[in-house]
T-cell receptor, first 116, second 113 residues
Framework: DAGVIQSPRHEVTEMGQEVTLRCKPI?????LFWYRQTMMRGLELLIY????????DSGMPEDRFSAKMPNASFSTLKIQPSEPRDSAVYFC??????????????FGPGTRLTVL | AQSVSQHNHHVILSEAASLELGCNYS??????LFWYVQYPGQHLQLLLK??????LVKGIKGFEAEFIKSKFSFNLRKPSVQWSDTAEYFC???????????FGTGTRLKVLA
């Protein structure tokens, strides 16, 4: 298995531009998580999907952030418009259904976003 | 509110020194416990996990952790660190029956050659 796949790995954009981050979870996993990692705040959960449905988006910082999961193998995190304070590493993680494997999350390689 | 505390934010050790990183959580229910490692520029990888049974858990690369339920602790240990163990280490707690994973703020370990 290729693991969790994220793209792009690096993104540099200017303030005000739209940014779309992509994630492909591990096949068979039905839970997907988006995290943001910064030096100041550490690892923060942004949103959690279960069976493609957003369950908890309380970590999404503001309306500029949105996430979708149109099918079991693809999710996007969009920031529009982007701001310099959004600069961070964004991780996607997935997990198998309860009882069908371990309960650990598998993390993707992350997208390092820099907003100038 | 549930939380995970990692008391050591930065640790510097010489090679062959012993390592112990503290992790305490606050939650009265049943938990699954994890330690993840993040090498420089890389993503989080699982080091070890505890679900049930023997509270002493052995993971990859010679790491182990002990779950002490009465102390709400899950400390990570390694008897002799190597330069290649330089990384950031995260303790995480999953509240059983929920999707919630709570991560600690991480401990940056630097091992001097």
């Amino acid at each position: 298995d290729a693991g969790v796949i994220q793209s792009p790995r690096h993104e540099v954009t200017e303030m005000g531009q739209e940014v779309t981050l992509r994630c492909k979870p591990i096949s068979g996993h039905n839970s997907l998580f988006w995290y943001r990692q910064t030096m100041m705040r550490g690892l923060e959960l942004l949103i959690y999907f279960n069976n493609n449905v957003p369950i908890d988006d309380s970590g999404m910082p503001e309306d500029r952030f949105s996430a979708k999961m149109p099918n079991a193998s693809f999710s996007t995190l969009k920031i529009q418009p982007s701001e310099p304070r959004d600069s961070a590493v964004y991780f996607c993680a997935s997990r198998s259904p309860p009882g069908l494997g371990s309960n650990e999350q598998f993390f993707g390689p992350g997208t390092r976003l820099t907003v100038l | 509110a549930q939380s995970v505390s990692q008391h050591n934010h930065h640790v510097i050790l010489s090679e062959a020194a012993s390592l112990e990183l503290g992790c305490n959580y606050s939650y009265g229910g049943t938990v699954n416990l994890f330690w993840y490692v993040q090498y420089p520029g890389q993503h989080l990888q699982l080091l070890l996990k505890y679900f049930s049974g023997d509270p002493l858990v052995k993971g990859i690369k010679g790491f182990e952790a002990e779950f002490i339920k009465s102390k709400f602790s899950f400390n990570l240990r390694k008897p002799s660190v190597q330069w290649s163990d330089t990384a950031e280490y995260f303790c995480a707690v999953n509240l059983v029956g929920t999707y919630k994973y709570i991560f600690g703020t991480g401990t940056r370990l630097k091992v001097l050659a």
